[in-house]
């Protein structure tokens, strides 16, 4: 482990980075899912 919080820190935003997409990627399919029920 790092002890200044810069690796740490980046990780993070990584982390949030990868999350936010994966959520993005997911209500996408959601909504494509929903639009060819119709």
């Known amino acids: 482990m790092l002890k200044n919080g810069c690796g740490l820190n980046r990780m993070l935003k990584e982390q949030k980075a ?12 959601l909504c494509q899912r929903d639009s060819t029920s119709d």
């Open 18 to 29: 990868r999350l936010y997409i994966i959520r993005r990627c997911v209500v996408m399919l």
